[in-house]
């Protein structure tokens, strides 16, 4: 059955007549009467009583109208819907991040938002130096990424000089993270040196590694005699989570703590080796106001850094 010959239907219910149905809808009475003949034998029911003055629905007619009458108005309203939204333009909003989970999370929860409104929304892993080019040239409505606070005048300068502002979000230490079955947590160790390390695997998150430079240790854990270098950050959990390796860097930056499952809980130790910060943030174009969705994408951000 097509959506026409429900449409045809309805028609002949509201006349209560065919054939003042036929001349509404501009078709041969014949050709209408043997639609209703048709559908009528498809069902092996009578849908109407035929009498001298008209028509009218038999009790099987009722019930088949009952279906299908509402199956035709939801047809009819993502019809208007198509042909309203073809001269309408799709909103777009397109997130960056250099590997940062957090991010993910708060795009994910953007999703679950705005799933009702017809948009295109992207996010995507940019190294770190792709991402101001990336804003100030529009591919992407903002970048997350994070500076190393004693280095942070440079990439100010080059971010102004891009057109683009840098809005801080967060500030977190290094840290030593472990599963929670490591020996650390068993041994209930308040904080990690290097030393004490000295003994495990270390896990080194790849996309991490420009921020690792900064620490005084740095060389150190990359000569690790255990180094186990991988590009994935679930890859990299799973390997915390089973064994007795460690990382580093910061837990909510990695894998966003907040929102782990409770089998694959990871600890966050304080790390001894405090020579420098991370300071997260987004960068945007300046001067240009946020649209509501970035608006709120924003807001998920800054609650997320809030409450890790």
């Given at each position: ?12 219910v ?14 041969q ?10 559908i009528e ?10 009498t ?88 992407y ?24 502002e840098f ?90 703590a ?20 991370l ?8 001067n ?21």
């Open positions: 059955m097509r959506i026409e010959q429900i449409e045809q239907l309805i028609e002949i509201e006349c209560g007549s065919i054939g003042k149905a036929a001349q509404k809808l501009y078709v009475q014949p050709n209408l009467s043997m639609l209703v003949k048709t034998d498809e069902f092996h029911q009578p849908i109407f009583y035929r001298p003055s008209g028509v009218r629905l038999t009790p099987f007619g009722k019930d088949f109208m009952a279906f299908a009458e509402p199956y035709y108005k939801q047809y009819v309203l993502l019809k208007e819907i198509g042909e309203n939204s073809l001269n309408a333009p799709i909103e777009e909003f397109k997130v960056c991040s250099h590997h940062m989970t957090i991010a993910r999370w708060a795009f994910a929860e953007l999703c679950a938002v705005y799933s009702d409104r017809p948009l295109r929304m992207c996010v995507s892993n940019v190294t770190f130096e792709d991402i101001p080019q990336s804003v100030a040239s529009h591919q409505d903002i970048g997350i990424l994070g500076l190393v606070k004693d280095q942070s005048r440079l990439h100010l300068k080059i971010f102004s000089s891009l057109g683009l809005v801080p979000l967060g500030n977190a230490h290094f840290s030593v993270i472990v599963g929670d079955n490591h020996p650390f947590v068993k041994d209930h160790v308040r904080s990690v040196s290097l030393d004490m390390c000295k003994m495990y695997p270390f896990v080194l998150y790849r996309p991490m590694e420009v921020y690792l430079r900064a620490l005084e240790s740095y060389q150190q854990l990359i000569n690790h005699h255990t180094l186990i270098d991988v590009p994935d950050y679930i890859l990299s959990q799973e390997i915390l989570r089973q064994g007795k390796a460690f990382s580093v860097g910061p837990l909510k930056y990695l894998y966003a907040r929102y782990q499952h409770q089998d694959t809980t990871l600890v966050e130790l304080p790390f001894e080796d405090r020579s420098a910060e300071c997260f943030g987004y960068v945007k174009r300046r240009e106001t946020f649209s509501e969705i970035a608006q709120e994408y924003v807001g998920l951000l800054s609650s997320m850094f809030a409450n890790p």
